[in-house]
């Protein structure tokens, strides 16, 4: 029968994408709010069918497709948790104003974000 003395604790692997970082974000969004032509296919998306990709959006942050519509600021919960997840500066009131005065662009920002991180 032999003893194994462990001297060091095992550590795990380091995933730079996981980390939790500061409040103020480490770094912008990937596209500009107005940047819809980055992206052709989710602008096209946006501007014919607005509601599905809001539930795309929704179900790509874990979310039910239906959170949204169903809970009063569903799309500020859910660009705070893209900001939050990616590391992107900025606050909760920005996200709000974002929203509120240009929607559609945001909604698209957003899903081009997703695009961008890799989010399925």
Known sequence: MTTTVVI???TGTTNKALMVTGIEGHRNW???LLDCFDDFSSCLMGFFCLPCTVC????RTGECCCMPYCVPGGTVVMRTRIRTIGG???????????????GACAICQMQRELNNMGVP
Request: hydrophobic share 30%.
């Open 56 to 59: 795309t959006v929704a179900s």
């Open 30 to 32: 990937s596209t500009g």
């Open 8 to 10: 060091q604790q095992p």
């Open 88 to 102: 992107i500066q900025g606050s909760a009131c920005g996200d709000c104003v974002a929203l509120s005065f240009c």
